[in-house]
């Protein structure tokens, strides 16, 4: 695989820069990395399209209370993200400012993604921003959402950079870490570990190398970004997961040279619209499906009332729902044709017996594969 030739072209880039990169072992900001950062990140704008996900906001919240350890209370971490968002981004307003870019500031929720009128007017600006040749600086809204608060964080960057790429159909995502890339075991632990140059597949074999939460790859650590690649590889976007001791790595892994992992991107790319019912959409309730449905699925082939074996939760017609399979793992998200008081009467029915089991019918199918998007 020639990346030069892959990835020479590629005119729309998310960075995404985590906090063991930003920060001291202290937790405080690392002012001269900072510096370097924004430095690859200017050069790489004169090219490119460039959005920077960066994390941070509670270590410079450290620094402006001069504290040397992060409280525990999730409201005392909120109130340093408060802080330190202000001074993080008039660090980088004048940093970047130096290397003559003007940047935007965009704090998001996971609201900001389910909500489909927020979406599309937040992919308005960020195309209007790039059009720009603006530099968008996005971090999750630490001091709105919280830990503690359920249904509205995205969770991690990792994670918000994948929905960034997807909402703006970028060429390449570059997650900086504090490891090389991803190896076949964690090597803080095992000797004989193998760094992973490729992955053209991302199988269980990959799943099972990222090793647990809180393993040293990283904040969030490496299984969210596995969980980033899934997402923007079947956006048709590649993803490089390197080491942010060299931030010159920013660069290099745009112009295709050999550093960290690559992972490519899928060659049956999702639309826009079925990216943000897969992984931005609220669930307002579930559909449990048989086998045969699920093999249905799977073959491009919409959900049928007969197939459904058990609905949870109260939901419209026209609402966002989780697919799962007997056991309970997640298969797809969709549109539903049905509410769930009516869902209820007509599962395990056959098309034909759904006027009758309702006095009406809007669809034969409970959910259109139109609608349908595989996770």
């Given at each position: ?217 990283g904040t969030g650590g490496m299984r969210t970004k596995i969980t980033a690649a899934q997402m923007t590889t079947k956006n ?85 729902l989780a697919i799962k399979d007997a056991s309970g793992q997640l298969l797809a998200r969709g549109i539903t044709n049905y ?37």
């Amino acid at each position: 695989m020639d990346r030069k030739e892959l990835l020479g072209g590629v005119k729309r880039i998310v960075v995404k820069v985590g906090t063991s990169t930003l920060a001291n072992a202290d937790g405080s900001l690392n002012e001269d990395k900072i510096k370097q950062i924004v430095a690859n990140l200017s050069e790489l704008n004169e090219n490119a399209e460039v959005v920077f996900v960066t994390s941070g906001a509670v270590g410079a919240g450290m620094g402006q209370m001069k504290l040397a350890h992060k409280p525990k209370s999730i409201v005392e971490k909120q109130a340093l993200a408060a802080i330190g968002q202000v001074s993080l981004i008039h660090l980088y307003q004048i940093l970047f400012w130096a290397h003559g870019k003007t940047i935007a500031q965009l704090l998001l929720t996971k609201d900001d993604f389910s909500d489909r009128r927020r979406y599309l007017n937040m992919r308005s600006v960020l195309r209007s921003l790039l059009a720009k040749k603006i530099i968008p600086v996005i971090n999750e809204n630490d001091p709105v959402v919280g830990e503690g608060i359920r249904g509205v964080k995205v969770g991690d960057n990792d994670t918000l950079s994948a929905l960034v790429a997807g909402l703006i159909e970028a060429d390449l995502l570059v997650i900086l870490t504090d490891i090389d890339g991803l190896y076949d075991k964690n090597p803080s632990i095992f000797a004989d570990a193998k760094f992973i140059n490729l992955v053209e597949n991302l199988d269980d074999s990959i799943r099972a190398a990222a090793g647990a939460e809180g393993s040293k790859f990283g904040t969030g650590g490496m299984r969210t970004k596995i969980t980033a690649a899934q997402m923007t590889t079947k956006n048709g976007t590649h993803l490089i997961i390197a080491n942010g001791a060299d931030p010159r790595n920013i660069v290099r892994a745009a112009q295709g040279c050999e550093v960290g992992t690559l992972f490519l991107a899928g060659k049956n790319r999702i639309n826009s619209r079925k990216y943000w019912l897969a992984y931005s959409a609220a669930d307002k309730g579930s559909v449990a499906i048989d086998a045969g449905a699920a093999k249905a699925l799977k073959e491009g082939k919409s959900l049928l009332a007969v197939g459904v074996c058990e609905v949870t939760g109260e939901f419209e017609r026209g609402e966002t729902l989780a697919i799962k399979d007997a056991s309970g793992q997640l298969l797809a998200r969709g549109i539903t044709n049905y509410s769930s008081a009516e869902l209820a009467l007509i599962k395990g029915r056959k098309s034909e017996e759904i006027e009758a089991a309702l006095g009406y019918k809007y669809e034969d199918e409970a959910l259109h594969i139109d609608n349908i998007a595989l996770i």
